[in-house]
């Protein structure tokens, strides 16, 4: 494999070098020039170090690609032009975007070649057998390249996120315990206390704002959605408590934000491909400047809370339940690594996380008719966010299964991760097709979760029916809890394998909490209808994918708007009639509402079926059949947690069962 990336720096130096010597060594004497021998000597060096540049440059661009490659026989997507390939296209929309083009133009599910500015190679992905040999089969042939993962370390230092081979092994293994399911039980209520706090903050923000005639607010939710992901990620994962959604200049939000993914950071990445990590961090670049100042801001805090954490040891007081004590008690980190381990979740954790609830209420405002039904369920079985007792259980979440539905097919459809990239570690068969040490490989997210080979025709539709079984107003007959998928590597949101998202688990579960929290409480409408098109939706190709810009809605606060409107519809005399029978219809709905936290109980088995698979292909299954076990119990207990949750119905009692009346006429 030979790309520019690869270009020999140090040889073509050491190849100057001898040839400036080489006249003094071989005693031959050189024309007089008039120059100082210096000056002839530098023209000499800096003359040759041109030439071997412009040479390998003219191989690796036109004669590598066209004439020698193992791959110049593959399937190419159509465009392109010359010398710069499908470069401005993956610039503008990302390669998860493009691919979904492609892949809907190709005849089969063949390894497609791309090609980059320069005429650089790189090979999509597509087909099961390939995905399986690259996440699972020779996972550790595959790895992520050193230029991405060295320019992440100088943000995260060297985690899960950034290290390889037996370190990586090492560190997963040491963290699953922290990521289990019976721990991320536990963190459910921080999660809905955070949403509360979080919708309260933006009511009082609609209140301010709202159009007195309409009953709606110009809100830029992105804003919204960071703030209060980084609040749950910086609790739930380390204890530190951010305060965003107060006050999102705060010191310490402030540093977190200048670490999110800025357009600047792919002129790092491409400068970092072609030199050392020492140089490209010395340059005098404002973003490099930033990033080291924030980086080190949050390190500090990282390590005042380990400090914290030990001497609350020394004292036998409890450490709390989030990540980082879990961690911190097991014993098997280093304090430098415990505080590496904080900045790749906080980093990895809350810009996904946000990212999601941008396109759950983006596709919510698409779809009007999804919005109320989901919000149906949501009042139906969840305490209002304004309620002194609003704790919830994660029986209560996992068993409300259209809001697990429109998060599983919110994560299919727009994933907040659109592409991966990894490069072969080793001369190694792909799709029984040879791969050269170094080939970069493409795997688009995106257009894999879309694929009609894996999800049918309607791949591309959003359809949460298709994750429910017909009893429950689904679609999929079989395989519900898998959206119907005909593959496990049809949904690859968060991997699969060793390098599967060992935070996939805590991300769907403060995703259900945020999305159950805000639609229960507003309706959402886009404030651009142009952007119902998706087509007219632009998407920042970054790390992680999102609207650009942000994402502007008109807002309204259900509650006043709705209750007032029930109250004056009802005939006067009449409100003990309509009471009896709306108990009657709470009643009826009992038995109802038993099948549905079932059907969400058979998700998260998936789930942990699927986290046993990935984890059993690095010999890591010991942790994950305790999980099970665990969640056997909480099935076993279902029918207790949802005897429950009527009781923790009473802030919308009767009024929101006649909102639910209205709605569904």
């Known amino acids: 494999m030979t790309a520019i990336r690869e270009i020999p720096l140090g040889w073509m130096l050491l190849a100057s070098f001898v040839g400036c010597a080489l006249p003094k060594l071989l005693h031959i004497q050189l024309p007089e020039t008039g120059y100082q021998p210096i000056v002839v000597l530098i023209a000499v060096f800096w003359t040759l170090f041109a030439g071997q540049t412009f040479l390998f440059a003219l191989y690796a661009t036109l004669i590598y690609p066209f004439f020698l490659s193992p791959f110049r026989h593959l399937p190419c997507p159509k465009g392109g032009t010359p010398f710069l390939g499908h470069g401005r296209e993956l610039k503008v929309y990302g390669p998860g975007h493009m691919a979904r083009q492609w892949y809907a133009e190709a005849k089969d599910d063949s390894l497609m070649r791309v ?58 293994r040491n963290m699953l315990p922290a990521f289990s399911f019976r721990h991320i039980k536990d963190l459910y209520p921080l999660f809905w206390q955070k949403s509360c706090e979080g919708v309260t903050a933006m009511t009082t923000e609609w209140q301010n704002e709202k159009n007195d005639a309409t009953g709606y607010a110009s809100m830029e939710i992105s804003s919204w959605s960071a703030r209060s992901g980084l609040d749950i990620i910086g ?159 994660s029986a209560d979440i996992d068993g409300l299964p259209y809001l697990n539905a429109v998060c599983n097919e919110v994560l299919r459809t727009y994933s907040p991760v ?63 809890a898998s959206g119907g998928a005909t593959s496990n590597y049809a949904f690859m949101t968060f991997i699969h394998g060793p390098h599967s998202c060992i935070g996939g688990n805590f991300s769907r579960s403060e995703m259900a909490c945020l999305l159950a929290a805000w639609v229960g409480r507003f309706d959402f409408r886009i404030q651009d209808e142009s952007l119902l098109d998706e087509r007219n939706l632009k998407v920042n190709p970054s790390v992680v994918a999102k609207p650009e810009g942000g994402l502007h809605m008109l807002v309204k606060a259900i509650d006043a708007v709705l209750l007032a409107s029930v109250e004056s519809s009802l005939p006067h005399g009449n409100e003990g009639a309509m009471e009896e029978d709306i108990d009657a219809e709470v009643v009826e709905d009992a038995p109802n509402n038993q099948e549905q936290a079932d059907e969400g109980h058979t998700t998260k088995e998936m789930d942990n079926a699927q986290e046993a698979e990935d984890e059993e292909a690095e010999e890591t299954h010991n942790d994950d059949d305790e999980d099970d076990e665990n969640d056997s119990g909480d099935e076993d207990n279902n029918d207790t947690d949802e005897q429950e949750d009527v009781g923790q119905s009473q802030y919308y009692g009767k009024q929101t069962a006649d909102i639910l009346r209205i709605v569904n006429r």
Not at 309 to 321: N, T
Request: with cysteine; aromatic share 8%; net charge positive.
């Open 115 to 172: 090609l980059w500015h320069g005429n650089q190679e790189m090979i999509f992905i597509r087909s099961q057998q390939a995905l399986a040999e690259v996440f699972v089969k020779s996972s550790y042939s595959f790895e992520k390249p050193d230029f991405i993962r060295g320019f992440l370390s100088v943000l995260i230092g060297w985690a899960l996120l950034t290290t390889e081979g037996d370190e990586h092994k090492k560190q997963r």
């Open 235 to 393: 609790l739930a994962s380390s204890g530190i408590d951010f305060g965003a959604i107060k006050d999102a200049d705060n010191p310490t939000a402030k540093s977190y934000w200048k670490l999110n993914p800025s357009p600047s950071d792919f002129l790092l990445i491409g400068l970092r491909a072609f030199l050392p990590q020492w140089l490209v961090m010395r340059l005098p670049l404002p973003r490099i400047r930033t990033v080291k100042k924030a980086a080190s801001h949050i390190r500090g805090v990282c390590r005042d809370l380990i400090r914290e954490k030990r001497r609350r040891v020394a004292s036998k007081q409890s450490l709390g339940l989030d990540i980082l004590s879990v961690a911190f008690q097991s014993g098997l980190f280093s304090d430098e690594n415990l505080v590496d381990q904080m900045m790749t979740f906080l980093s990895a954790g809350h810009e996904t996380t946000a990212a999601s609830l941008v396109w759950a209420i983006y596709l919510m405002s698409k779809y009007p008719a999804m919005q109320e039904r989901l919000r149906a369920e949501i009042r139906a079985k969840l305490p209002s966010p304004d309620s002194a007792n609003a704790d919830i259980t």
């Open 418 to 480: 659109a592409a991966t990239i990894r490069v072969a570690n080793c001369d190694t068969v792909v799709q029984n097709t040879p791969i050269p040490k170094g080939t970069l490989f493409i795997v688009p997210i995106w257009a894999i979760n879309t694929d009609p080979l894996h999800w049918g025709p309607n791949a591309h539709e959003f359809k949460p029916e298709r994750w429910l079984s017909p009893e429950h107003g689904g679609t999929s007959k079989v395989n519900a």
